[in-house]
């Protein structure tokens, strides 16, 4: 998926469309980085321990994974799309369950940085950024309308 986001109307039709992945590109290789530590035992959160127990997982049974999931993020620039740098690595073959514990631990990671991002860019009695509190808006108003129309029975 490739997400843009256009000027809103009234802006002036110069300005560019912004472009979050070029964004993540800079955040992306620290944040799996970070993913690395996430993964770490001693790192784990009483519900995350309780995850990993319940599924019968260890800290090696993470370990090939990684290993494969890194693979991946290498693969991403020469791939055709990461579905495809998943596969090449072996990462879209490894049990989902395992799968899960990446994708949760890497919006950790994220969630995290959104966390002391928007409170570094903001004052400690003050709301959120304007665009960041409208991003969230625009986002709530989307699975709104999403779940409406699943109420429905529409998903067009």
């Known amino acids: 998926m490739v997400m843009q986001w256009a000027p809103k109307a009234g802006e002036s039709p110069e300005r560019r469309f912004y472009s979050v992945q070029r964004d993540i590109a800079y955040i992306g290789p620290p944040m799996i ?3 690395g530590y996430a993964i770490e035992e001693k ?3 009483p519900w995350f321990r309780n995850y990993m127990r319940r599924n019968g997982l260890t800290y090696e049974d993470l370990i090939e994974p990684a290993r494969k ?3 991946a993020a290498l693969r991403i620039i020469h791939a055709t799309d990461p579905p495809a740098a998943l596969a090449e690595s072996g990462f879209d073959a490894v049990d989902p369950v395992i799968q ?3 994708y949760g631990k890497l919006g950790q990671v994220f969630l995290a940085g959104v966390w002391s ?4 860019v903001s004052r400690p009695d003050s709301d959120p950024p304007v665009t960041f509190d409208e991003m969230f808006r625009d986002i709530d108003e989307q699975f709104t309308e999403l779940l409406r129309r699943r109420r429905h029975g529409s998903d067009e």
Do not use: I, N, R, S
């Open 43 to 45: 790192f784990w959160e």
């Open 100 to 102: 899960l514990v990446f």
């Open 69 to 71: 999931f890194l693979q």
């Open 33 to 35: 980085k970070a993913l």
């Open 117 to 120: 991002g928007v409170k570094d």
